[in-house]
């Protein structure tokens, strides 16, 4: 049963626009969302993450927004750069669980200069 | 601070041989985490600990995988026997606050 969601394995972006990841969860007692970045031969680096009680959180050109009555988070990077080229993994983890991160499958993102 | 340090980062074995991989956390996080990545199954949660104590193993595939924490600083994933199905990205995490993991390289295991 995969928890969470990442439809789309990849994603093209012309530089300089706008890249959207979506992420889809099914179990209603997570609580806290993250998305981590992950380049080949390296393991995978945080990126941003939001709480259950907000529905945006910024930093920089990466926003993640939050539906809870969807269940769908998205990352949003504005304006996308070459370097931004690598799979994004969507996680969640659960109030009491100690920290325990379930992940999407990942989407890859290409930026095309 | 260094990270979190992986050893080997490649390990090719024969089918059958024991594979033990090494993980040392960031100093002063209280939680460990063993993942495997496949491409059919993704980043998957095989085992953590909290204050060096077991809390989940159900990720754990078989028998065959067994992991250990004997202090804060160090941890251990092995394999006995290896299987051919065995080979995957394992990457070790450790995190202080809930939900921000902090992952190493990884170990490119490949069994013959």
């Known amino acids: 049963d995969q928890q969470v969601k990442q439809n789309s394995p990849s994603l093209s972006v012309q530089e300089g626009r706008i890249s959207i990841l979506n992420c889809d969860y099914t179990n209603s007692m997570f609580d806290y969302f993250l998305w981590y970045k992950k380049y080949p031969a390296e393991g995978p680096t945080f990126l941003i993450s939001?709480?259950?009680?907000?529905d945006k959180n910024e930093d920089g050109r990466f926003t993640v927004f939050l539906n809870k009555s969807a269940k769908h988070l998205s990352l949003h990077i504005v304006p996308s750069q070459p370097g931004d080229s690598a799979v994004y993994f969507c996680a969640a983890s659960a109030v009491g669980q100690g920290g325990k991160l379930i992940f999407g499958q990942g989407t890859e993102l290409s930026v095309k200069p | 601070d260094a990270g979190v340090i992986q050893s080997p980062r490649h390990e090719v074995t024969e089918m059958g041989q024991e594979v033990t991989l090494r993980c040392k956390p960031i100093?002063?996080?209280?939680?460990l985490f063993w993942y495997r990545q496949t491409m059919m199954r993704g980043l998957e949660l095989l085992i953590y600990?909290?204050?060096?104590?077991?809390?989940?193993d159900s990720g754990m595939p078989e028998d065959r995988f067994s992991a250990k924490m004997p202090n804060a600083s160090f941890s251990t994933l092995k394999i006995q026997p290896s299987e051919p199905r065995d080979s995957a990205v394992y990457f070790c995490a450790s995190s202080l606050e809930v939900g921000k993991a902090f992952f190493g390289q990884g170990t490119r295991l490949t069994v013959v």
């Open positions: 600990f909290n204050n060096n104590v077991p809390i989940d």
């Open positions: 100093s002063g996080h209280n939680s």
């Open positions: 939001i709480s259950s009680i907000k």
